[in-house]
């Protein structure tokens, strides 16, 4: 299960049906603030993907540390469009990029949670 974390409706939209329409199961949150709630409250998906920026208290990379902190076995795949922004060590998608892109990337994640 993928956990989609964003803000804007039609992108979050498309970005859960595009995930779905590859066989993702998808669960999806607004902000990281409604995330974080989800996962307090024991949502256990194997990705978190969640962009960056987002209205509210908890934004993107807040909620990367909250999850490798209190929740380690959870991956965390941000995106971003802005190109000077830290992620730390996260890994992380820079906009635009293609839905190839994306599956690379949770593909390449998946990989190394069965590892």
Do not use: C
């Not at 970005?15 to 590859?22: G, H, T, Y």
């Amino acid at each position: 299960m993928i956990l989609l974390v964003e803000d804007h409706p039609q992108l979050r939209l498309i970005l859960s049906e595009s995930l779905r329409d590859r066989g993702f199961e998808v669960v999806t949150a607004d902000s990281g603030d409604d995330a974080l709630i989800r996962l307090e409250a024991g949502l256990t998906p194997r990705i978190v993907f969640s962009d960056i920026r987002m209205p509210g208290a908890v934004n993107g990379l807040q909620l990367a540390h909250w999850i490798r902190t209190n929740r380690p076995g959870i991956n965390v795949l941000l995106q971003t469009g802005f190109t000077h922004e830290s992620t730390d060590s996260f890994a992380v998608l820079r906009k635009p990029y293609t839905d190839d892109d994306l599956f690379a990337a949770l593909t390449h994640l998946l990989a190394d949670d069965d590892r």
